[in-house]
């Protein structure tokens, strides 16, 4: 039996369009969720541009609708977090505990943001006649998603906050995710944070709650620093544009840390400039981090490297989904984790594009759509 979901759909022209999309009702493995948050990131409107229909969206919450006969862990009615990094737990990275860069299902390691066996069967999802793909294997900005079980993550709480945990699975866990389990950050340490957009105070909140002694964040926005304190940064710096590599900056860190450079630094700007801008911030033997992703070729001066130092490019904070996934959640039911201070806006899908408005005038730590 195929049901109709009131879906966002990139036409691939940079355009999208609010539609109907019909679905099938799941597969053995397949799970049927109706949405009840999507969060917002600037990769749902660069997927505009992918040069193909495909329902967008690639973090979210709801609630279990519909199971396929060999699902075993899931039932009607739970209610779960969507994870886009799905692992198939066989293939060689996700044996050596590499869930998040699994060689078989991941979107962005084996499809290129494109249609990989993580994705569920792709003649379920219809629209116009002709099967349509789901954004990194998920499409949650739609009333209804069909997705793979291993993309699902049960949350185990009464009355849960679906707008907190809609971001969870993206902008959170690539923050959180890159100071717990890649930079495995000390207590006591000192750590900086370029860029205190929603990634950026995620990272800051880890840094937090891992009890590092000195958080500084740099922004070229004062607002944003402010924001920044909110969620944990001990001292900030208000950066010049015209700061190349944020070198500047990095004398301002040292006079904060006695001369020396920081334990850590987090870059969470997403400008290619700045791609080796951690390495200007850290001690020797210190460990810069690149959170954002950057993915183009940038020049770099191998004296930042000097002496010791350890840059590292983790993807989606590492993040093993069901291991990560509940710890979040248990840390933001504690008051330790800021969810919902990190949403400053909700939005229906009918004023998707004024939510896409705001997120790229920085008006927003965090957009999230929201179903009924």
């Not at 006649?129 to 997705?147: A, D």
């Not at 900030?236 to 920081?262: F, M, N, P, S, Y």
Request: with cysteine.
């Amino acid at each position: 039996m195929s049901i109709t979901s009131k879906s966002a759909v990139a036409k691939g022209d940079g355009t999208f369009i609010i539609t109907q999309v019909t679905l099938s009702d799941p597969q053995e493995d397949e799970v049927l969720i109706k949405m009840k948050a999507a969060g917002l990131c600037h990769t749902d409107y660069d997927s505009l541009n992918w040069g193909k229909p495909l329902v967008m969206g690639h973090e979210g919450a709801g609630i279990v609708e519909k199971i396929g006969s060999a699902v075993k862990e899931l039932k009607v009615g739970d209610q779960v977090i969507l994870n886009w990094a799905t692992p198939c737990m066989h293939c060689f990275q996700c044996q050596e505990g590499n869930q998040h860069i699994c060689e078989n299902n991941s979107p962005v390691v084996a499809g290129a943001n494109g249609h990989t066996p993580g994705h569920a069967k792709l003649e379920s999802s219809q629209w116009n006649g002709k099967s349509i793909e789901r954004s990194f294997n998920l499409g949650t900005l739609s009333e209804y998603t069909l997705v793979k079980e291993a993309a699902v993550v049960k949350v185990d709480e009464p009355g849960l906050n679906f707008s907190a945990a809609s971001i969870v699975s993206c902008g959170v866990m690539t923050g959180y995710g890159s100071v717990v389990n890649a930079a495995k950050l000390e207590a006591g340490s000192s750590a900086v944070v370029l860029g205190c957009g929603g990634v950026g105070l995620n990272v800051i909140n880890a840094c937090k709650i891992s009890g590092a002694a000195t958080i500084i964040a740099v922004d070229v926005n004062p607002t944003k620093l402010e924001l920044a304190r909110k969620f944990g940064a001990t001292d900030t710096i208000l950066a010049d544009k015209e700061d190349i590599g944020l070198l500047a900056a990095a004398e301002e860190v040292k006079e904060l840390l006695g001369g020396r450079g920081a334990d850590y630094a987090f870059e969470c700007t997403a400008i290619p400039a700045l791609g080796a801008a951690p390495l200007a911030m850290v001690r020797n033997a210190g460990t810069a981090v690149q959170v954002s992703g950057i993915e183009e070729e940038i020049s770099i001066d191998m004296r930042l490297f000097e002496w010791d130092k350890v840059y590292i490019n983790p993807l989606y904070g590492k993040c093993r989904p069901q291991i990560d996934f509940p710890k979040i959640m248990k840390l933001y039911k504690k008051g330790e984790l800021m969810l919902n201070q990190m949403i400053t806006r909700e939005y229906v899908l009918e004023d998707l594009q004024q939510a896409f408005d705001d997120m790229l005038a920085g008006k927003n730590a965090k957009g999230v759509i929201v179903f009924t």
